[in-house]
């Protein structure tokens, strides 16, 4: 398989189209190979507009998903980043080219050790994967510039919210099928919040995040 041309193809026929035109993103989703991020078995369809199988239930995000985000949190070089649900890794690795230091948390030991090990191949060494609850965050690391939820959850937990700096800004795809919205969450001051949606999309729940399970803010 040309792997290049299938790169081309999906930043050309997917990503473009769902509104993804910052060209420091399209740069770099043409550098970071995704093709090395998913299963062995399914290189061959990592540039496909679906959310992959990675076993024991989970998926990983589209890839216009995945760009849609890079666009709209607009990370910068000097902030600190806190992803919940690795996948892959890919993501991250995407975060990682862009920002200071990422962690990211996942519950499956089998996926925290696959994408750890695929971010080192990479050479990505400012992402640290940790094993873990997502649905806690990563208090001890706290605060953090960016929180990215990596998967839909039925509501946005408070203590997620509570480990954002002021000013930073929390992304996450809200809701319930066939009814979710992704939206950026900024923490304006100590208690106070603003919301605002981006888009409709529909993408897995994230373990942990079950619906009546979380309190927003």
Known sequence: MNFEKARFNMIEQQIRPWDVLDTSV????AVVKREDFVPAALRDKAFTDVELPLGQG??????????????ELQVKRHEKVLEIGTGTGYL????????????????DAALAAQA??????????????VEGDGAKG???EAPFDVILLSGSVHQVPQVLLDQLKVGGRLGAIVGDEPAM?????????EREYKRENLFETVVER????????????
């Open 116 to 129: 750890r090990e695929s971010l080192r191949r990479a050479g990505v060494l400012n992402v640290t994967v």
């Open 206 to 217: 994230l373990p942990g995040f079950e619906a009546g399970s979380q309190f927003t803010f």
């Open 26 to 29: 399209l740069d770099l989703l």
């Open 92 to 107: 991250a690795a995407l975060l990682g080219y862009k920002v200071q230091q990422v962690f990211t948390v996942e519950r």
């Open 138 to 140: 990563l208090p001890g």
């Open 58 to 71: 989970r998926h990983a995000l589209p890839p216009r998903v995945e760009a849609r985000w890079m666009q």
């Open 181 to 189: 919205v992704a939206s950026i969450t900024y923490r304006t001051g």
